[in-house]
């Protein structure tokens, strides 16, 4: 090649004039400045002699700008077995003979019993030797705050019974050992060098934080120790038990902006959602989502009836009439208060006449109609209209002296305020997003839209195992607390416990706790807990927090945790990991849920 060629290639900028550095500085012995970024080096310069911990894990789980580099060094065998024999030999000696001094005994007895136990472990249990090299190299921008950063870094590692020491005068050789090169270098190597058994490597595995990256899931927010983003997938079977969340939180914790994220993100992979919405706080949000939101109530147009057999509703292959008995003693109980064995046979034996009268039994072939699909020559199921209505059952309960209470109970469902439960249903929905809005119905109401809706969804779900779902039960302490009753709470249990079945979700939301525990000593709040693989720990009052430690593992520092988290704060537990966690949002999601928040603030004032 010609000189001028030469020059020429020269002069061209290469990609290492791009990634290089316009100065370093490696004046001050504590650091070294490249590009007003300070760096420090620590070296591991010894350990305990047990560890049962992993020795990174605390350092990780901060929020610490650091490198980590890590060298192993294997051992030659024979010659590691042949100096240990040696050493024991010669300190076996010692000791016997009483040569060490009496401040050396004990130190000589451990390095005589380390040599006896790692010769062993080589020898019996095939494990190798290795020298172990760790370094730490921590940067900020800032000189005074690398100072804080080292003393931090420093009295972690102490405390968890890791010595340590600064590269002051070698940071540069640290600084290379801690960058990608594969560069031990031998000016630092004796001051970190320790040995180490092949089954105490697993003790320095490094890639390890607590945070969940869930390749199909959606954003939760950023662990507030580390600043590592979570994703969860609460549908990865190979992963948790069960799809099912608790969301437990004190007003204004930041529950409800939780789960609308939840209900938005999950929108967006297309997944079923059905909401029972007691407080009208996700109807806004349905609307913006182009799904689709149902009432009930005095000024509401659209009607369940409460009698309607569905073809979903199977729990079993055969024995509609029989489940729906089931589900209607539940319903019947939160309108008639706990009913005795006696009561609940009359009552049965009523509600068995009212289905005859449709001419509907136990025969699951008087669920059909005698005409077939033209298209699929399949018989077709009936229709709402086919099915009796409350008042059919009033009417039944005012023939016999003995029903009479009943059916004065039901007069308000008949009658009086309540009379759109005695309506036929007049809604068929296939959309994918729908609100249950209970609102209307009022403080003292509220049970029986919850039940009525929770039935509604749950048959839906069950229609296809194939699709994914969730339904979310806001204040779920209504059907399982002491305002409920054990059919009803049964119900819902069988929800949290089968839905995963049927590709299905449940997500219980409720800030009283208590409530939810208050039903026969907490027996179907524990159920429900137990069978939720996911758990979300929002600010929670001292008693709220005493309750839950005792259905759930929850660690002194957690119960600390807590009580201290602030709005938009919570403890995650995802199966067995547990993770204190920052809710995070797109500004435009922030946007649709806060506007929504202030309309419904403005409706409800006006």
């Not at 758990?535 to 009052?541: D, G, P, R, T």
Request: hydrophobic share 35%; glycine share 6%; aromatic share 12%.
């Amino acid at each position: 090649m010609k000189k001028e060629e030469r020059n020429i290639k020269n002069g061209f900028f290469k990609k290492e004039d791009e990634i290089a550095p316009a100065y370093i500085n490696t004046k001050n012995p504590k650091y070294i400045e490249i590009d007003n970024i300070f760096y420090s080096g620590i070296i591991f310069a010894n350990y305990n002699r047990e560890n049962t911990e992993l020795l990174l894990k605390k350092i990780i789980d901060t929020n610490i700008n650091m490198s980590i580099s890590i060298f192993y060094e294997k051992l030659d065998s024979y010659k590691t077995i042949r100096n240990l024999t040696y050493h024991i030999a010669n300190v076996g000696v010692d000791l016997k003979e009483g040569k060490t001094g009496a401040t050396d005994v004990e130190i000589a007895a451990f390095t005589y019993n380390d040599a006896k136990y790692i010769r062993k472990e080589m020898q019996i249990n095939n494990e190798d030797a290795y020298f172990l090299y760790i370094y730490l190299e921590i940067f900020s921008k800032d000189e005074k705050e690398q100072e804080y950063l080292l003393n931090k870094i420093e009295g972690i590692l102490q405390s968890e019974g890791i010595q340590t020491k600064r590269a002051n005068f070698r940071q540069e050789q640290t600084l290379l050992s801690s960058l990608p090169f594969m560069i031990n270098h031998t000016d630092i190597k004796k001051a970190s060098r320790r040995n180490v058994l092949t089954s105490g490597l697993i003790g320095t595995y490094p890639f390890l934080s607590s945070s969940i990256f869930d390749e199909e899931g959606i954003f939760y927010g950023t662990n507030i120790y580390n600043n590592s983003i979570i994703f969860i997938d609460r549908y990865a079977e190979e992963k948790y038990k069960n799809a099912n969340m608790c969301i437990f939180g004190t007003s204004g914790s930041g529950k409800s902006f939780f789960t609308k994220l939840q209900i938005l993100r999950y929108r967006l992979l297309g997944i079923e959602q059905y909401v029972i919405d007691p407080d009208r706080e996700y109807t806004n949000i349905a609307q913006n989502l182009e799904g689709t939101v149902i009432k009930i109530g005095a000024s509401a147009e659209t009607y369940i009836n409460v009698l309607d057999i569905r073809q979903e509703s199977i729990e079993d292959e055969k024995g509609y009439l029989a489940t729906k008995i089931s589900r209607l003693i539940g319903f019947f109980n939160l309108i008639f208060g706990s009913l005795d064995e006696e009561e609940k046979a009359i009552l049965e034996e009523k509600i068995i006449k009212c289905y005859e009268k449709k001419g509907i039994t136990f025969q699951d072939e008087t669920l059909y109609k005698n005409e077939k699909d033209k298209i699929s020559i399949k018989p077709i199921f009936k229709e709402s209209k086919d099915m009796p209505i409350l008042e059919d059952l009033y009417n039944i309960l005012g023939e016999e002296e003995r029903t009479k209470k009943m059916q004065i109970k039901l007069n308000p469902f008949i009658k009086g305020s309540l009379n759109f439960f005695n309506n036929y249903t007049n809604i068929n929905l296939q959309d994918k997003l729908i609100v249950a809005d209970i609102y209307e119905l009022g403080e003292e109401n509220l049970k029986y839209g919850l039940y009525l809706f929770t039935e509604f969804f749950w048959d839906r779900i069950k229609k296809d195992r194939k699709t994914k779902k969730a339904i979310y039960l806001d204040e779920v302490w209504r059907l399982i607390g002491v305002t409920s009753n054990r059919h009803v709470a049964n119900f819902i249990y069988k929800i949290f416990k089968t839905i995963r079945k049927f590709g299905g979700s449940s997500i219980a939301i409720t800030q009283d706790i208590s409530d939810l525990f208050s039903l026969e000593e907490g027996v179907y709040g524990k159920s429900i807990i137990n069978n939720s693989s996911n758990k979300v720990f929002f600010s929670l009052e001292e008693e709220n927090i005493s309750i839950l430690e005792q259905y759930t593992k929850l660690s002194e520092k957690e119960k600390i945790e807590i009580r201290s988290l602030k709005r938009g704060e919570c403890l995650i537990f995802a199966g067995d990991e547990h993770l204190l966690t920052k809710v995070e949002c797109a500004e435009f999601e922030k946007n649709l849920i806060e506007e929504n928040n202030n309309e419904n603030n403005n409706s409800n004032n006006k």
